[in-house]
């Protein structure tokens, strides 16, 4: 597969903990933020969002945590499976000086998940 | 099914050759994407449009080159003025301007040797 993010930061869990992947964004002006997890040799997948005027948004099994004093943002993937090893990246919304707004990259999480 | 696709998987060229790699949507949506990944490093942003017959560079755009001509297409050139294009490249498209959720292809991985 693909060799990703050979250099990534790496969480290591058992099947059934909760995990929590954080990472820090550097724009205090983004509005919206997106968490995507990809798989090896595979592109990216849309797990969850949320805007700037929320603390907390949760979805299934997954809940997102914004920190806008600290700039900080976090996945939380609750009783982690081992189809939930993956590296995780979070995206900021950035306005470009064209007046188009693009997403920003973290360099990624490795989360590995033993049975 | 609606998705993206992007051709080929893996593709090899020799230096010095320009190649071209495909990415096609069928989910309607007018704004399109390329990114590079590289080991490492999050996604970087090469050429973006917004609508058909128009695009516009994003932060590593030297070397490459682009063209949308159909809603559906955006292909990108890799150019032999590409210094280093051995990467991971990611085809995406959203539904509106702006960058709001992004669908990601199953990405090429080139290798120029």
């Known amino acids: 597969g693909e060799s990703v993010g050979l250099h990534l930061p790496t969480l290591s869990v058992q099947e059934g903990d909760n995990s929590i992947i954080n990472c820090a964004y550097s724009?205090?002006?983004?509005?919206?933020f997106i968490w995507y997890k990809q798989e090896s040799g595979k592109g990216p997948q849309f797990i969850i969002d949320?805007?700037?005027?929320?603390d907390k948004r949760q979805g299934q099994r997954v809940t997102v945590l914004l920190n806008k004093t600290v700039k900080h943002l976090s996945l939380q993937i609750a009783a982690t499976q081992p189809g939930d090893s993956a590296v995780y990246f979070c995206a900021e919304r950035d306005l470009m000086n064209t007046g188009f707004q693009k997403l920003v990259f973290g360099t990624g999480t490795r989360l590995l998940v033993s049975p | 099914d609606g998705g993206i696709t992007q051709s080929p998987k893996y593709l090899f060229r020799k230096e010095g050759q320009n190649v071209t790699l495909s990415c096609e949507q069928n989910?309607?949506?007018?704004?399109m994407y390329w990114y590079r990944q590289d080991p490492g490093q999050g996604l970087r942003l090469i050429y973006y449009s917004q609508i058909v017959n128009d695009f516009q560079k994003g932060d590593i755009a030297e070397g490459y080159s682009v063209s949308r001509e159909k809603k559906e297409s955006f292909p990108l050139t890799v150019t032999s003025a590409q210094k280093n294009p051995t990467a991971f490249y990611l085809c995406?498209?959203?539904?509106?301007?702006?960058?709001?959720?992004?669908?990601f292809g199953p990405g090429t991985r080139l290798t120029v040797t």
């Open positions: 949320i805007r700037s005027n929320m």
């Open positions: 995406a498209s959203s539904q509106g301007q702006g960058a709001y959720e992004q669908y």
């Open positions: 989910l309607n949506h007018d704004a």
């Open positions: 724009n205090s002006a983004s509005d919206y």
